[in-house]
């Protein structure tokens, strides 16, 4: 599975940005897909997955705020983030498993090379 991240960018405090992530394959459907971010000087951190049959989990810090969702006939899956944070600027990856609504980076397969969100206050 090859994937490809986008939609980042810089936003004010408050605003939105939706990130999506494009997959190549015909098993898409089969993994669950996350996201995760890692900002400056700090180790990459879980943000949100979704399983095969769309059961989802948020890190408690970005829960209210973003939704993750997938479209399994355009092998894509997308983080809605509202509400933005300057403790959201990070570079979002996305990435696949095969297990279940994984939230540790290590029990993933296959990662994207992760968009830049930049928050300003």
């Known amino acids: 599975v090859q994937l490809q991240a986008s939609g980042g960018g810089l936003v004010q405090a408050g605003g939105s940005l939706r990130l999506s992530c494009a997959a190549s394959g015909r098993t898409f459907s089969s993994y669950a897909m996350g996201w995760f971010r890692q900002a400056p000087g700090k180790e990459r951190e879980f943000v949100a997955v979704i399983s095969w049959t769309g059961g989802t989990s948020y890190a408690d810090s970005v829960k209210g705020r973003f939704t993750i969702s997938r479209d399994n006939a355009k092998n894509t899956v997308s983080l809605q983030m509202n509400s933005l944070k300057p403790e959201d600027t990070a570079v979002y990856y996305c990435?696949?498993?095969?297990?279940?609504?994984?939230?540790?980076?290590?029990?993933?397969?296959?990662w994207g090379q992760g968009t830049q969100v930049t928050v300003s206050s």
């Open positions: 990435a696949a498993t095969r297990r279940i609504l994984a939230v540790n980076d290590y029990e993933y397969d296959y």
